[in-house]
């Protein structure tokens, strides 16, 4: 019967064993290193992230536009962030008179104000 400590792994460097695949991570964990991939990993994240936050600002951005040309969507003051209200009815000036006439000065703003048509 084979060892189970001794499985075989296939890739591009060819089959390794668990005893050639841990001899050449010593190996690579002995050689200097010109980065200190901390940091360098740390720069990464942090950048990865911006582009994330700015893909899920994007895609809210357009979510809201696409709500705004049906209903009228709106924030209250104290909504959790990124959070809409919204009222079905296309956005007029009859239906900011009800939202004040409801709302009064709880209405942090009403997004088909800024969204260009």
């Known amino acids: 019967m084979r060892d189970p400590s ?16 841990e001899r050449r991570t010593a190996q690579g ?12 990993d740390q720069y990464v994240d942090d950048l990865f992230e911006g582009w994330l936050k700015k893909d899920n600002e994007r895609r809210a951005r357009a979510q809201i536009k696409r709500w705004c040309k049906t209903q009228t969507v709106f924030r209250l003051k104290g909504d959790e962030e990124g959070r809409w209200r919204t ?3 296309l ?7 009800y939202l004040v006439a409801k709302y009064g000065d709880k209405i942090e703003c009403v997004a ?6």
């Open 112 to 117: 088909n104000e800024w969204v260009p048509a």
């Open 91 to 97: 956005y007029s000036g009859k239906v900011k008179q």
């Open 6 to 21: 001794r499985k075989v792994r296939s890739g591009p460097q060819g089959t390794w064993t668990k005893r050639t695949h």
């Open 29 to 40: 964990k002995a050689q200097p290193h010109e980065f200190d991939f901390e940091e360098t």
């Open 87 to 89: 009222v079905k009815a």
